[in-house]
T-cell receptor, first 114, second 114 residues
Framework: GDSVTQMEGPVTLSEEAFLTINCTYT??????LFWYVQYPGEGLQLLLK?????DKGSNKGFEATYRKETTSFHLEKGSVQVSDSAVYFC?????????????FGTGTLLAVQP | DTAVSQTPKYLVTQMGNDKSIKCEQN?????MYWYKQDSKKFLKIMFS???????INETVPNRFSPKSPDKAHLNLHINSLELGDSAVYFC?????????????FGAGTRLSVL
């Protein structure tokens, strides 16, 4: 079945460091790909998405490119801030339709130190 | 206004009790979900309703029964609570057929079974 694999955390970085969180997927068909972020004590929020190969999703300085050839959707940010500390989830889902089941990776905790 | 709201935020109860969690969305979406997040932050879908009809029912004990009185509400009733039910339960909603299928999450209900 479909699945998502994320790098295990925690990832600990100093402020202004470069961030990469790896995500690879296995899926039939052509899924949409997402990064969600969960700040402490809160629900998940969509960070960015891409719906087809070579699309780049971006938001708040974060970017991820849908790579069909490597089945990857790695999250990157050039300069992290303390406020980016959160758990990041990679997810895949169908492009549309009623059966809108998201499959999540295990989440990666990011801790940014001042 | 909160887009997806869940009540209660915290729920502490004894083993064997029956409890309910309520969810409401004011986004006009036609699909709603329940997810369970365990202590390791792993997030797994439990149920999904589209236009008040059950469309996703993962392998969840019969003690869990979702109910959708209308498109804006999806409640979760749990009978005979067990220690292993302790988790954070998230409600989410989306609009079916939309490319990219963005799901919007509530803030979660932290259930502790003693």
């Amino acid at each position: 079945g479909d699945s998502v694999t994320q790098m295990e955390g925690p990832v600990t970085l100093s402020e202004e460091a470069f961030l990469t969180i790896n995500c690879t997927y296995t899926a039939t068909g052509y899924p949409s790909l997402f990064w969600y972020v969960q700040y402490p004590g809160e629900g998940l929020q969509l960070l960015l998405k891409a719906t087809k190969a070579d699309d780049k999703g971006s938001n708040k300085g974060f970017e991820a490119t849908y790579r069909k050839e490597t089945t990857s959707f790695h999250l990157e940010k050039g300069s992290v801030q303390v406020s980016d500390s959160a758990v990041y989830f990679c997810a895949l889902g169908p492009r549309g339709g009623a059966t809108n089941k998201l499959i999540f990776g295990t989440g990666t905790l990011l801790a940014v130190q001042p | 206004d909160t887009a997806v709201s869940q009540t209660p935020k915290y729920l502490v109860t004894q083993m064997g009790n029956d409890k309910s969690i309520k969810c409401e969305q004011n986004l006009g979406h036609d699909t709603m979900y329940w997810y369970k997040q365990d202590s390791k932050k792993f997030l797994k879908i439990m149920f999904s309703y589209n236009n008040k009809e059950l469309i996703i029912n993962e392998t969840v004990p019969n003690r869990f029964s979702p109910k959708s009185p209308d498109k804006a509400h999806l409640n979760l009733h749990i009978n005979s609570l067990e220690l292993g039910d302790s988790a954070v339960y998230f409600c989410a909603s989306s609009h079916s057929g939309t490319s990219g299928n963005i799901q919007y999450f509530g803030a979660g209900t932290r259930l502790s079974v003693l």
